[in-house]
């Protein structure tokens, strides 16, 4: 099923899982998403260094300049000290505070990478990456498995690939405790159960969560380690 917005029909058959819109108010130095929630990703667990794997780097675009502040969109133009020590980005010859623009082949999604470097020998060198969830799987994508991952929340389809998962602005996940982003988080994997993995569309209403799942969700296993629960595991959830 596509993601369908109220009073907004963004279907399209080559690529209805973006459903992306920006919010513009030049005069005002405004540049935004407007329905998909932003995703920061700073710890480099298997999971994120698979999803890194399989981006591409590109140049950046309108897209890229919704995910970082106004006066830093001058940056995403400038090369890595890596690249050219004498670049605007550059600290002194080694230190970095560039911007790097990729996007999401399997999804079309823009990616920024934020490089935080110091001077010298031996200080912290990190990457971090800013970048957006999509609204919904692919239109042949079947809901697979959901991977909590240290504050991440994953999804992996049938046919394995990983995706970050479907998520709409305003409706933030989260886990272990009682509070919106369970019940968000819930709703969504309620929803994803009772239809065999085929409405992977972001935004279920909150009351369609199943009790099971949102004791789950709300509960402090949840937040230990990583963990993952199958199609089959959330619909054993509701059926027991």
């Known amino acids: ?45 298997p999971l994120v260094q698979e999803w890194l794997g399989r981006l591409e780097r590109c140049e950046p675009n309108a ?30 010859g080694s230190g970095c505070v560039c911007r790097r623009t990729f996007y999401d082949p399997e999804f079309g999604l823009p990616v920024v990478g934020k490089h935080f470097r110091h001077v010298g020998e ?14 919904d799987l692919r239109p042949d994508d079947v809901f697979g498995r959901f991977i909590v991952d240290r504050g991440l929340f994953w999804v992996r389809t049938e046919k394995g690939l990983l995706s970050i998962l479907p998520q709409q602005y305003g409706l933030g996940y989260n886990i272990g ?13 309620s929803q ?16 369609t969560a199943h009790p099971a799942i949102l004791a789950w969700t709300e509960s402090g296993a949840a937040q230990r380690g990583t963990n993952e ?5 959330l619909k054993a959830m509701q059926q027991g």
């Open 177 to 189: 405790y009682g509070g919106g982003g369970p019940h968000a988080l819930a709703s969504y994997l």
């Open 1 to 45: 099923m596509t993601y369908q917005h109220h009073d907004l029909n963004l279907t399209d058959p080559t690529t209805g899982y973006l459903h992306f819109v920006v919010y513009t108010e030049p005069r005002l130095g405004i540049a935004s998403n407007s329905l998909n929630a932003d995703v920061s990703i700073r710890r480099q667990t």
């Open 122 to 135: 031996g200080g912290t060198d990190q990457w971090t990456y800013e970048t957006y969830a999509p609204l």
């Open 192 to 207: 994803v159960a009772a239809t065999d993995g085929e409405n992977t569309a972001a935004g279920a209403p909150y009351e």
């Open 63 to 92: 897209l890229h300049c919704t995910l970082v502040e106004p006066q830093r969109i001058p940056d995403l133009f400038h090369p890595c000290v890596e690249e050219d020590k004498d670049s605007p980005s550059a600290v002194r």
């Open 229 to 233: 629960l199958t199609l089959r595991d």
